[in-house]
């Protein structure tokens, strides 16, 4: 895929904002019949780079979300699809979790694009299967990550790293907008995060302004700072969306 001109990405992000309202216009002109409990969530996010765990993985990208969620179930499918590299992933995600109160634990299903969506057979998928559990207090979030199966990366003896992942997120509000600071660990050796031993991998602070249409869409910006001190990269990102 070629990269495309500054014309033809603003012609994009036209024909985005285009669809978004005839689809606003419709849902608002056709209701359609809710059941009791059922939470929906539909979502379109566009980055400027897609940045995971301190990792670099995309340049431009779309990211589009779809959930539903009943009585603190929910199973979200998200994806990342890069529009100006042709190398960066086309990556599917689904997760199941549940959260009662503060408390989440959950699977996520990664899929980046690679060999065939269909393929589980150990040793040839390229499907990786996490589990993770948490819980917010409220001031600060701290969230465990375990890669359990698939295609997971390497520790130093060339062996199944079970990846693994501490995040710790903290939100406060200052001058009218959400910020969020974020501190993520790797406690050992793996490829999938480029650390050969326990190292800082993450370290970000980002801060979001929520515009609201119509009293129910939502339309957030964000901006952000984000940096990896054990591959000494850092980024400063931004992006918007528009969510439902």
């Known amino acids: 895929m070629k990269t495309i001109s500054r014309l033809g990405f603003r012609a994009l992000i036209i024909s985005l904002l285009l669809t978004l309202s005839v689809n606003?216009?419709?849902?608002?002109?056709?209701?359609?019949?809710?059941?009791?409990?059922?939470?929906?969530?539909?979502?379109?996010?566009?980055?400027?780079?897609?940045?995971?765990?301190?990792?670099?993985?995309?340049?431009?990208?779309?990211?589009?979300?779809?959930?539903v969620e009943w009585k603190g179930l929910s199973?979200?499918?998200?994806?990342?699809?890069?529009?100006?590299?042709?190398?960066?992933?086309?990556?599917?995600?689904?997760?199941?979790?549940?959260?009662?109160?503060?408390?989440?634990?959950?699977?996520?299903?990664?899929?980046?694009?690679?060999?065939?969506?269909?393929?589980?057979?150990?040793?040839?998928?390229?499907?990786?299967?996490?589990?993770?559990?948490?819980?917010?207090?409220?001031?600060?979030?701290?969230?465990?990550?375990?890669?359990?199966?698939?295609?997971?990366?390497?520790?130093?003896?060339?062996k199944h790293a079970y990846s693994s992942y501490l995040e710790l997120k903290a939100p406060f509000r200052l001058a009218k907008l959400d910020w969020e600071g974020i501190v993520g660990l790797s406690p050992w050796?793996?490829?999938t995060y480029g650390n050969g031993c326990f190292a800082c991998t993450n370290v970000g602070l980002k801060a979001t302004k929520d515009f609201l249409i119509k009293q129910k869409y939502h339309l957030p910006v964000f901006v952000g700072l984000n940096a990896n001190p054990d591959s000494g990269k850092f980024y400063m990102l931004c992006g918007l969306g528009f969510h439902l």
Do not use: C, M
């Open 189 to 191: 050796a793996t490829t």
């Open 24 to 67: 606003i216009s419709a849902q608002d002109t056709t209701p359609l019949p809710e059941r009791e409990g059922l939470g929906v969530s539909l979502g379109l996010d566009l980055v400027n780079q897609y940045i995971w765990r301190g990792q670099d993985s995309g340049n431009f990208s779309l990211q589009p979300t779809l959930g």
């Open 75 to 158: 199973l979200t499918a998200w994806g990342s699809i890069g529009i100006t590299r042709a190398e960066d992933p086309k990556e599917l995600d689904f997760t199941l979790s549940y959260t009662l109160k503060g408390f989440t634990i959950g699977l996520t299903d990664y899929w980046f694009g690679k060999g065939s969506y269909f393929q589980y057979k150990s040793g040839k998928t390229t499907h990786i299967w996490e589990g993770y559990i948490g819980y917010d207090f409220g001031f600060l979030s701290a969230t465990w990550y375990t890669n359990f199966a698939g295609d997971d990366g390497l520790n130093r003896s060339q």
